[in-house]
């Protein structure tokens, strides 16, 4: 019942859809109607409000880090971890947006640094200098992703490579449009509008 409760507060931690209710609070309009259609930071970024992606990306990092810790503290780890997985859920599938959310990148960065800040850590690592190489966030935050389970293996955390590999998963799923750009060369680089 408890990792219920936990997955349910994590989810709803999760679905409050930072980055849309900064760029209304702006007065920049519907940030889902810009660029990839996204509620996350990056799409924020294409507004040219360089203030209001940080804010957005902090803001979904925090969301993901305080559904972690929330249910930890009140029911133990194992429903931390199922808190910060239902947050990744809330994120990309709010119920208030018609299921239609992001991509799970920040919040699931904000889920790992509360899980274990060593992982969290050399995940962003790994995002950082892909970022810098390419200029291009989705091949940062999939190799980001894609990291997370083998530095967890590393550490002899088979519990916490198993959680992560779940978060690489679901922000697989969330990237597939972007995949198929990566592939075809088009996908757009970190500041174009």
């Known amino acids: 019942m408890n990792l219920l409760l936990a997955l349910l507060l994590g989810y709803l931690l999760g679905s409050v859809p930072w980055g849309l209710l900064l760029t209304r609070a702006a007065g920049l309009g519907d940030i889902r109607a810009i660029g990839s259609g996204n509620i996350g930071a990056t799409n924020v970024l294409r507004t040219g409000n360089k203030p209001l992606a940080a804010a957005t990306l902090a803001l979904d990092i925090a969301k993901g880090a305080l559904a972690l810790w929330i249910a930890g503290s009140l029911w133990g780890e194992q429903a931390g971890l199922a808190a ?58 999939l190799a980001a992703c894609a990291v997370a389970p083998a530095i967890a293996l590393l550490a002899g955390r088979y519990d916490l490579a198993l959680f992560s590999a779940g978060i690489a998963l679901l922000v697989a799923i969330r990237h597939r449009a972007n995949i198929e750009r990566l592939m075809a060369g088009t996908e757009p680089r970190i500041g174009r509008k």
Not at 88 to 110: I, N, Q, S, Y
Not at 111 to 119: D, K
């Open 84 to 141: 910060g997985f239902g947050a990744m859920l809330g994120h990309a599938f709010p119920v208030w947006l018609g299921f239609k959310g992001g991509k799970g990148v920040a919040t699931g960065g904000g889920v790992l640094l509360a899980a274990a800040w060593w992982l969290g850590l050399g995940a962003a690592l790994v995002w950082l200098a892909v970022a810098a190489t390419l200029r291009i966030s989705s091949a940062a935050s």
